[in-house]
């Protein structure tokens, strides 16, 4: 009589929905497969991080089973971190090359928009979501100081907030004249324009 040699499975798929995410907000959705079903007591899948804003933990397969999900938070940096995450199975190890970069800027409002030359103008920045470990600075330019200039040139947003408030001077034109406030956080600049009218 023939003997039946079952094989033990091993981990076959290893993928990840992004590689490159923010600090802070970003998270990774990942998906294991093993080539067969998991055994009795599941198939604890080993994970390892060289990237320092991604810390990871085993992953188990549950009896039965032959795939699982799992998430990776990235953590809050300053400037991009890059590292690989490995998980391994049955002898089988696959890795997945990921980056976490800071945290930048979602929107930039300024308002009143259109704006008579000679009035202040109110703007607000707001960040992708709260760096709850960083305080924040934002430095802010003006492509045209001679018509509209920020009244301070950077603001700094208290780790834990999303916003910060700002001023921009308005001068006296002759005709309607779009500038741009620049506001850059970490080397990411976000572009606003503004409108000043006679």
Do not use: W
């Amino acid at each position: 009589m023939a003997t039946l040699t079952v094989m033990a499975p091993v981990l076959k798929q290893f993928t990840v929905n992004t590689r490159f995410v923010p600090g802070g907000c970003g998270q990774i959705t990942a998906h294991l497969a093993l080539n067969g079903i998991a055994p009795q007591g599941g198939a604890t899948i080993s994970l390892v991080s060289t990237n320092p804003a991604l810390s990871v933990s085993n992953v188990t397969i549950p009896a039965g089973a032959s795939t699982a999900i799992f998430m990776m938070n990235a953590t809050e940096v300053t400037s991009v971190e890059t590292g690989t995450v490995t998980a391994g199975f049955g002898g089988v190890a696959l890795s997945q090359n990921l980056s976490v970069r800071p945290i930048q800027i979602a929107t930039i409002s300024l308002n009143p928009n259109p704006v008579k030359g000679g009035k202040t103008v109110a703007g607000t920045v707001t960040l992708e979501c709260a760096d709850n470990v960083h305080d924040t600075v934002v430095t802010l330019v003006s492509n045209n100081p001679a018509v509209a200039n920020p009244a301070a040139s950077s603001i700094t947003i208290r780790k834990g907030s999303t916003a910060g408030k700002f001023s921009v001077m308005t001068y006296h034109v002759t005709t309607s004249s779009t500038i741009r406030i620049n506001a850059t956080v970490y080397s990411a600049t976000t572009r606003g324009n503004l409108t000043i009218t006679p």
